[in-house]
Each structure stands twice: as C-alpha cells, then as structure tokens.
C-alpha cells in the first residue's frame, strides 16, 4: 500500500507539471473574428478546447496509472498467496508410526535383526551340529530351535499388528491432507501438500518392509529348524539302529533262598 500511494503522489505531480505549463503559457494568437467576450473578459474558443483536450489526456494517463497500479498490486497479492506455507503438518504423527513400528523390530525375541547375532546363533544351533552330543543335549537343541520360530512367529504377528493398527492414522492424514492441498491458496501450499502425502507413501512403505522382514525372519527361522531336525533325526536313527552288545546271559533265580 506505501508503495501504491507512493505512485500515485508522483503521477499528480507528473500530472500537475503537464497542466501548468498550460495554464501558465502565453496566449495563442487566434484571428479576431474567433475571440468575443463581454467587457473586459475576452474567451478562446480554440484556447479552451486545447485545454479540455490536454486535461482529458493527463486524466486518462492518470486512469492508465491507476489501472497498472492496481495490477501490480494484484500481482504482489497472488505472490504472498504462492509463498504462504501450509498451516497444516502431519510430519509428527507420521514419525511416530515408523517409531513403533521400530520399536517391535527392536523387542525381537531371542534372535534380533543384528547380522552378528544370527551369525553367532545360526553357528551353535543350526549349522555346525555337534553328532557327538548326548541324546539329551540334542533334545535341548530342538528345544532351543523351537523355541525361535515359536519367538520369530509371535515377532511377526506383534509387527502385523502394529502395522494394521498404523491404517487408522494413515487413513486421517491422507483425508487430511488431500482436504489441504484442494483448499490451497497457493503453489507452495499445494506443492507441501504433496510432499507430505509422497511423506505418508513413504511410511507405508516403511511399514511393508517391516511386516516382510518380519514375516521373513519367521520362515527363515521355521525352514532353518526344520533343517537342523532332519539332521538331527537322522543322527539319531542311526544311534538307535546302530547294533549293540547283545544279550549277556547270566544267573537269575526265581525264588529267593529262605534263611
């Protein structure tokens, strides 16, 4: 607004410059037969016509002034509009889904999603199989497999859970965000808008990763035991199919000596 009162200060001074000069130059020489008046007044015609003809000019310059500075300031106005931000932000709530999501990856039981772990377990309890073993220690072996898919399996369920629960607040944010970008004033509203939504894309696809590592991680674990257990059976068929000493006979009595 200082810069449109600005203007148009200087264009009635401009205006003012242009039709003083007018009021203020020497009369024209006009034939007598054009000049008449009464008494002491004499009047131009020719004179006042060029007057009203100037005045018209300045004044339609003036319109012409007014008219650019009303666009200009139409202009400015359309470009607060592009550059307002949006009012709006789901950042937060999408932050916190992938954090619980994170949080029930990182309460894995027994076997975490840590590369040196699953080295070090994969060693003792699937891979390198001690055939030397006791009947017992191979039992507790089992056990102890079982006992991860058993972990791997609730692991999987816990992080679909977690996952169908993140829907409901995917499902706001995007209604929320579709409602911002149609009722955006400007280019920068409706361009945030979109990233916050290519935003809530990317936490779904977030969750999608989870719920496969998750679900691949049990059926690693449940294919790896099964391994180990056909291993290990055949160990121990042949420990039971494996010919022993044979029948020691020896001395029996079927009724004990009275003293």
């Not at 009021?23 to 008046?37: C, D, E, I, K």
């Not at 991860?148 to 679909?160: E, F, I, K, S």
């Not at 049990?218 to 055949?234: I, K, T, W």
Request: aromatic share 4%.
């Amino acid at each position: 607004m200082t810069r449109i009162r600005s203007h148009i200060c200087t264009l009635f001074a401009g205006t003012a410059l242009v039709t003083t000069p007018v009021m203020l130059s020497p009369p024209l020489v006009t034939p007598a037969h054009a000049l008449f008046g009464i008494g002491d007044i004499v009047f131009d015609p020719s004179n006042y016509a060029e007057n009203v003809l100037q005045a018209a000019r300045a004044l339609e310059q003036i319109n012409n002034q007014i008219e650019s500075l009303q666009n200009e300031a139409e202009m400015l106005i359309n470009q607060a509009r592009n550059l307002a931000s949006l009012p709006y932000s789901s950042l937060q709530k999408l932050q916190q889904s992938v954090e619980r999501t994170q949080q029930l990856l990182g309460e894995a039981q027994r076997i975490a999603f840590d590369v040196q772990q699953i080295d070090q377990i994969f060693s003792q309890q699937y891979a390198n199989m001690d055939l030397t073993a006791s009947d017992e220690q191979l039992v507790e072996l089992a056990r102890e497999r079982w006992r991860n898919t058993v972990g791997a399996l609730q692991d999987a369920m816990r992080v679909q859970a977690g996952v169908v629960g993140n829907i409901e607040t995917q499902r706001t944010e995007l209604s929320n965000l579709v409602g911002e970008s149609q009722g955006a004033t400007g280019a920068l509203q409706a361009t945030q808008a979109g990233n916050q939504i290519l935003a809530l894309q990317a936490q779904q696809l977030a969750d999608l990763t989870a719920l496969l590592a998750a679900n691949g991680r049990a059926d690693a674990l449940s294919a790896a035991e099964q391994a180990a257990a056909a291993e290990q059976g055949r160990e121990q068929r042949r420990r039971f199919l494996e010919p022993g000493p044979g029948y020691q006979p020896g001395n029996a009595r079927m009724f004990p000596s009275a003293n």
